[in-house]
């Protein structure tokens, strides 16, 4: 078995991470860019990455054509076998493994049914064996570089090199565009135009959702449909748009061949620190934003004291107590913030946090598969509102509904829900998009509130139109 040794140099000037991704990993093939383009508690950190060098590899699966090793069993042996002394003064969890996402149809691999298949993989994995990190709140930046025990660095060199001329000299790149403010999209940008089922067909569902609650199915379904529309742009500048527009705190943008993930998520699945403590921080509840400040407290404040927004939200954490409860040291489980709201450039959101410590031997992993699908994109109880799901929705979810993020060489993980996110691929963009169903819903309101999410990444698109 190959020995590990993590080289991390830590540079005296801050980064640019657009400019610093666009010049180191640009024009790889396969490259990440976890992407805190919003700061705000608990993210802190981006990391940008590719899989290039000796040590770079891509983890793939599809739930139809595995038969014995599953994707977490892959990552859980390629972590173990990859551990790593710490550098000197670098934070564990920046001891990154891999970097990808998980897709909502691995919810076949803890026995949920799967009616529907994605044509993308239901997984993919980066190694991060040469990569940077920033650390927006301490103002600090890593180059870091796995190698074999005894290997020198190859790459460390010339990152910082470079990193320096972005710094200090003209730069290699053109400045980042912009942020463009929020509009409305053109008329043939519509997210109602382009949806995979119609207006009628997702208000039918909504009352069928009702149906299923009334008859105690299930506590909450949520419901979800699919923008679906052409796109040949250039993925990269559309993700810059993105961010300007409608920063995150877990944005990201994944290369992974001819398939392009641009994110805007502001929901962390679930989180695992050094110490052995998993945090999940569900959001269910969401208004849109006004112009108008005096109007937009009023919004705010409606969300806050909405009691189906409150509904929808402590049924999720009851959820995610359940969930973590299988992992987690008893007693150790608490709520440290409920109904918190939390406001993006184009909605207010309700979000709470569930936090626990792991058991010991309980890896970061394992955690994530028993939490996983993220419980605020199926419902309650899970697998029986998913088996509702799966028959009302008419695809594949995909990439959307599940997690992205990083597991990390020293235990740690950080996951994000897929949400406000857009899937580039063989010239089409997709984004899904849905809400909570609960007794009190509204089925015209849930489909406004399923086209206001829709709306949000088609807004970088309309930017690139105008060309602004």
Known sequence: MTSWTLHARELDHPVDTERAFANLFGASRWAFWLDSSLVAAPARYSLLGDTSGPYG??????????????????????????QVDLPPGLPPELACGYVG?????????????????????????????????????????????????????TWIEAATDRLRDLTHGPGLAAPPAPPTPPSDPPGDLDPERWLVRSRDRYLRDVESCLARLRAGESYEICLTNTVDLPYTGDPFPLYRRLRGINPAPYAAYLRLGDAHVLSASPERFLSVDAEGYAESRPIKGTAARDDDPGRDGVLRKELLTSTKAQAENLMIVDLLRNDL??????????????????????VHTLVSTVRGRLRDGVSAVRAARACFPP?????????????????????????????LGFFGLRGTADLSVVIRTAVLHRGRLTIGAGGAIVLDSDPVEEYDEMVLKAAVPLRAVAAERRGT
């Open 57 to 82: 590899e891509v983890l793939t699966a599809r739930v139809r054509e595995d038969h014995a090793e599953t994707i977490f069993d892959q990552l859980e042996r390629r972590l173990a076998e990859r």
């Open 101 to 153: 996402y998980l897709g909502y149809e691995l919810k076949a691999y803890d026995g949920a049914a799967t009616r529907h298949h994605a044509d993308l993989p239901d997984a993919v994995w980066l190694a991060a064996t040469r990569y940077v990190v920033v650390d927006h709140v301490g103002g600090r930046t890593w180059v870091l570089e796995l190698t074999a025990r005894g290997e020198r660095p």
């Open 325 to 346: 409860g299988r992992v987690c040291e008893p007693g150790t489980i608490s709520v440290p913030a409920f109904l918190a709201v939390e406001s993006y450039a184009t």
């Open 375 to 403: 419980g605020s994109m199926t419902g309650a109880p899970k697998l029986r509102t998913m088996e509702i799901l799966d028959g009302l929705e008419t695809r594949a979810r995909g990439i959307y509904s599940g997690a």
